[in-house]
């Protein structure tokens, strides 16, 4: 019996750690003899697919990047949690995450591509079903590929893309493949490859009140994140402006609606949701509010910056859903005034579990937004555009509109606005670095609760671990990498 086996090292020791509704998902571990008999089978995997993309988007997985940023202190309570980020000391043995869960991810994505067109169509409903099945596996391979590349390797510079060392790139199930590193520019075209086809296949339109599946839409919203990545900016515009002006995904524009985006995982402006049921459990960041049933108190590990908290004006309307105050238990001592991270509550509607659960989000119109200002700001034939663009997102927030800024002041308006909008949502690291910025962690909201030893941590612009080393067990077992570990590790 054949089975589908990782190629990875790191995707090996990583074993497998996401839950599975096996009435939903398939098993892991799949025999590629019996995996697509039926559409209903190709149907199966491509779910399985779901949960797993679904694992990829909470805890450590989004947290790692604003963690590691300068949003956040850690509480003298925080357990050295994801310390080793924060702190800037992990080594390469403590970089697998996310290298391995999303090699995993790639490896089932590749057996749905290599092998969906092994089931025969009964009719034409089940051909476009088909289509569709293998162009969501599309999408989901050009995702998890954006994600590896940033993270592991330099940020994308036409100048130098094509020598520059990006990841290994794997496409089919070979057991005894050891590849070595592709540049990132040959990444980055396979990721627009994976667009390419998945819009060709894809023949899902927004029918839902919010997609939980890949529409024709979210491969557009990827589009639009990639070429910005790319500093390709005509075409990153192109792509953000053109699901903006469909109006399919209006802004919402008071607290209520806002909140019910993150408490009720409910907003008109979500381009595509993940799948969520009421029985499965999914802890989303408790980290930054850690509530206690029994002392009805928080002790959270991290909380945001005096800075960040500051950036919000009292008339904006995610400065009430993004932050909250409370009486929080740090080491024994009740503390007040000290605003928390509150962009991940306790849901009403998963209030019976007692946790944290959301539905992760993966793509909203406010993103969009955003990639249009910036794409259009790096030109001034279009800082005009630029700042039209940024109004509109602002005013809706509650806002007033800002007039008469171009060159870097029109961009830092843009980037604060990008932090304010994207707050903990896992960009801020990943954002700095297409910026080439560094980071200086500043005032403590109360520093009497930090923990003191990075607390006024600075990294300039081109520090080795704003690019994750590539994981100790691949270089050491693959030769082919050997000589290819990123600078500085």
Known sequence: MKKIKYILTSVIAAGIFFSCDLDRFPASSID?????QTVSDADKLVRGAYATWRGLMYGSYQMLSDVQSDLLHATVAYGNRNGNYYNWNFTSADTSLPWAGLYYFIANLNNIINNIDNVTPKDDNEKTQLANLKGEAYLMRAYAYHVLVQRYAKDYEPETAATDLG???VLEYDITLKPSRATVEAIYNHIVNDLTEAKKLINATKNDVIPTRVTDDVVTALEARVYLCMHKWNEAASAANSLINKKTYPLDDTVDAFKAMWVDDNSKEIIMQLFLSDVESVNQNSTYLGYSNGTKKYTPDYVPEKWVYDLF????????????????????????????INKYPRTERFSASGDYQHSPIIFRIAEMYLISAEAAAQSTLTEGAALSTLNALREKRGLDALNGLWGETLMNEIRNERTRELLCEGFRLDDLKRWKLGIKRSQAQDATIITPSSINLEKLVGDNKFVLAIPREDIMTNPNLKGQQNPGW
């Open 32 to 36: 590629q003899s019996q995996s697509f």
């Open 167 to 169: 990841v290994p790139l």
């Open 313 to 340: 004006d009292a008339k904006d309307i995610r400065k009430t859903v993004y932050f909250k105050t409370d009486i929080l238990d740090i080491l024994g001592t009740d503390y007040t005034g000290i605003y928390m």
